[in-house]
């Protein structure tokens, strides 16, 4: 099995920053996509970011240029990092992680327990 451990949320006034920070640890082989989604309230769950191993990102429109991804592979980690923080962003951010675990390595895609993210206006 793969866990993933999510830290960084927390209460942060509008125009704030926060970062988010996600390890993925177990019978790791390899690891492909990294990404982070969001929850709010009443809505469905959303792409906020993703990285691949390669190092290409996409980000949802709504946090161009203030959100910034990026990844630790030596850490197996994933960061999110959040400036000029908005109201809306307020959520229960989840990481999730995608790739291959065990030997023969088998396909595993992995959830974090998700982080509070409130931005206070």
């Known amino acids: 099995q793969v866990q993933l451990v999510e830290s960084g949320g927390g209460l942060v006034q509008a125009g704030g920053s926060l970062r988010l920070s996600c390890t993925a640890s177990?019978?790791?082989?390899?690891?492909?996509?990294m990404g982070w989604y969001r929850q709010a309230p009443g809505k469905q769950r959303e792409l906020v970011a993703a990285?691949?191993?390669?190092?290409?990102?996409n980000y949802a429109d709504s946090v161009k240029g203030r959100f910034t991804i990026s990844r630790d592979n030596s850490k197996n980690t994933v960061y999110l990092q959040m400036n000029s923080l908005k109201a809306e962003d307020t959520a229960i951010y989840y990481c999730?992680?995608?790739?291959?675990?065990?030997?023969?390595?088998?396909?595993?895609?992995?959830w974090g327990q998700g982080t509070q993210v409130t931005v206070s206006s």
């Open positions: 177990g019978s790791i082989f390899s690891i492909n996509g």
């Open positions: 999730n992680v995608e790739g291959y675990r065990g030997l023969p390595p088998v396909r595993f895609s992995s």
């Open positions: 990285v691949t191993s390669g190092g290409t990102t």
